[in-house]
Nanobody
Framework: QVQLVESGGGLAQPGGSLNLSCAAS????????MGWYRQAPGKERELVAT???????NYEDSVKGRFAISKSNAKNTVYLQMNSLKPEDTAVYYC??????????????WGQGTQVTVSS
């Protein structure tokens, strides 16, 4: 089993910043992709940003230039630095990890979600 522990959500004012982190632990042989998704009330979950084992990144168009994803291989942790926050960034943010387990099977794990609210 793999556990993902998220932290860093909360309340920010428009134009403010928040930094999310997600630490993976458990039966992991290797991690292929780490990413962040979000789900606003009444909307489907959408991809925010991903980062591969090689460091390649991908961002949803509305967050390009404002959000930055990074990772620590040593800590199996992925970060999301969110700057210039807008009210439309309000959502529950979920961490996702695509990994290979110790039995060498490809698997996916989700974090419990952390609330981000952008409001004045």
């Amino acid at each position: 089993q793999v556990q993902l522990v998220e932290s860093g959500g909360g309340l920010a004012q428009p134009g403010g910043s928040l930094n999310l982190s997600c630490a993976a632990s458990g039966s992991i042989s290797s991690i292929n992709v780490m990413g962040w998704y979000r789900q606003a009330p009444g909307k489907e979950r959408e991809l925010v940003a991903t980062i591969t084992s090689g460091g390649s990144t991908n961002y949803e168009d509305s967050v390009k230039g404002r959000f930055a994803i990074s990772k620590s291989n040593a800590k199996n942790t992925v970060y999301l630095q969110m700057n210039s926050l807008k009210p439309e960034d309000t959502a529950v943010y979920y961490c996702n990890v695509l990994y290979r387990s110790i039995d060498l099977r490809s698997r996916s794990a989700w974090g419990q979600g952390t609330q981000v609210t952008v409001s004045s």
